[in-house]
């Protein structure tokens, strides 16, 4: 009786794990091979072609290939026509198979879209709910950037954006200038000294890194940047990890294997969220302990504040802290120190629009440090940011993946399908801003014409755009003016101009320029 029960649980054993692997099967093919065929015919038959993917890798390969080529050496002169060097793919499939076309990244189809007025739409607040980040594209910034702000979707970005939006808002982003002021004064100091020592060429994205990093330490998380150093170097390394990493995501739960990066990466993470912890554990015990009557006025204040209430449908954990805190130390810092950097080289290259901004700020502040309200004025130095911004944005693509099935356009969207907005190739586009569409002018952004929100979207748009946009924006004026009128700056001979993508567009062997101190 005994051996028949035994026997009989056994086979149910077998039975429920026969079950279990057929299910994981099923899903696996489904997930890697029918839903994405379902969607590759149903939008051939709308019309929509591209490159043919291979099993499992899709057109990855052939991605590498082609960009590898095309970076593998620095451009001979410097000019800004780059969306060759950076995307020569878009470039090879929007001429074989039209404007718009599918490729694929592993199993992931992506249809690459550049109609205006159906950008305008789907970054419209009909589709915030229906559309958002892909499974993909949060499994490659897990380890990274988390489930925050940039990742979430749906109900959870709802309240996550509701909960750090007054962080960059109001009276509260006016209280800011001031410590952007002071942290700018300590940057210009250290790039005195370096000129006094003999050292005047300089790599100035290292000085916009740390500065930018300072600032968003103390305005958003009360600390400096020495403190938070260390979390900015482990994400920098995580930042280019994930980025190799997320070339081997194709396979069926590579995630899962211990391989070099995996390894690397989760000691990473480990270490970055062992020092957010301190910092965390730090703010609450002034308040346990009395120190404190609050968490603070800003952006962890508010965020911790947060684990005290009770939201319907949605939990603030520590977990969901740390990848707050990831994410804008990350987006608060690199994304600016790079429009920093950019813009440096564009006025190292074009002196006399480096003038004509110089005089501009000396005629607004009165030869004083920018205040909030001097900022407005800087017209000059806005269309100089913004033309920096549309000919090198540091976000180069904006991606959305249709969560149910909808319309747009002429098009029907299945669900399942990752529509991605090349905002470079946008920028960069002949036809929306003309001949001069390489060169920097930044009397373009004199008017109106160029139509924010449609074709010029550095910062998104929509209701998902980005939360620091005014942030960013103050900072990059309060910098560049005070950067302008302590120095005048050229390009260097040793200067070598190659852009690259590792998330976002940088220059990959820095920017190199000569100071000369001014007195004014």
Request: hydrophobic share 40%; glycine share 6%.
């Amino acid at each position: 009786m005994a051996f028949t029960i035994l026997l009989l649980s056994l086979l149910l054993l077998l039975l429920l794990s026969l079950l279990l692997l057929l299910k994981v099967v099923y899903v696996t093919l489904s997930c890697y091979w029918l839903t994405p065929r379902r969607i590759q015919k149903f939008m051939q038959r709308q019309g929509i072609n591209g490159p043919k993917p291979k099993f499992l890798v899709g057109n990855l390969t052939e991605m590498a290939s082609i960009i590898s080529k095309t970076t593998s050496s620095d451009l001979d002169s410097i000019h800004h026509d780059i969306v060759g060097r950076l995307m020569p793919h878009y470039i090879l499939w929007s001429r074989q198979y039209g404007k718009r076309f599918i490729y694929w990244c592993g199993s992931e189809p992506r249809m690459c879209l550049t109609d205006t007025e159906m950008i305008k739409e789907l970054l419209s607040a009909k589709y915030t709910k229906i559309s958002g980040k892909s499974w993909l594209q949060q499994q490659n910034s897990k380890h990274f950037i988390g489930r925050g702000l940039l990742m979430a979707n749906g109900k959870d970005w709802y309240h996550q954006r509701h909960i750090v939006a007054p962080a960059f808002m109001g009276d509260k982003l006016k209280s800011h200038a001031g410590y952007m002021v002071e942290c700018t004064k300590q940057m210009l100091q250290s790039l005195h000294a370096e000129v006094a020592s003999g050292g005047a060429e300089v790599e100035i994205g290292e000085y916009f890194t740390r500065l930018t990093g300072d600032i968003i330490s103390r305005t958003e998380f009360d600390s400096s940047y020495d403190k938070g150093k260390k979390i900015f170097h482990l994400l920098n390394s995580l930042q280019h990890l994930c980025a190799q990493s997320s070339r081997h995501f194709w396979f069926p739960g590579s995630r899962y294997i211990p391989s070099k990066y995996n390894r690397e990466i989760k000691a990473m993470k480990m270490e970055v969220e062992k020092l957010l912890i301190e910092i965390i554990q730090s703010r609450k015990d002034c308040v346990e302990i009395g120190r404190s009557e609050s968490y603070g006025n800003d952006l962890l204040g508010m965020l911790l504040a947060e684990t005290q209430k009770k939201r319907e449908g949605f939990s603030f954990n520590l977990q969901l802290i740390m990848d707050q805190c990831k994410t804008f130390y990350f987006a608060g810092h690199e994304t600016t120190a790079l429009l920093l950097t950019w813009t440096a080289m564009l006025l190292a290259t074009n002196p006399t629009w480096q003038e004509r901004a110089r005089a501009e700020v000396l005629q607004v502040c009165g030869g004083k440090n920018p205040s909030h309200d001097d900022l407005p004025k800087l017209t000059l130095l806005n269309m100089i940011i913004n033309e920096s911004l549309r000919l090198y944005p540091p976000a180069s693509l904006l991606p959305r993946m249709a969560f149910e099935d909808f319309k747009l356009g002429d098009l029907h969207i299945p669900k399942g399908l990752s529509i991605w907005i090349s905002v470079l190739a946008l920028h960069h586009s002949e036809e929306l801003w003309g001949k001069d569409v390489h060169e920097f002018n930044p009397e373009r952004f004199a008017g109106k014409s160029f139509a924010p929100g449609r074709h010029f979207m550095p910062f998104a748009a929509g209701p998902r755009n980005c939360v620091g946009q005014s942030f960013a924006m103050m900072e990059a004026k309060i910098i560049l003016a005070m950067f302008l009128t302590r120095f005048s700056f050229t390009i260097s001979d040793n200067y070598r101009h190659a852009p690259v993508i590792v998330l976002t567009l940088k220059p990959k062997h820095g920017v190199l320029i000569k100071l000369k101190p001014l007195t004014h």
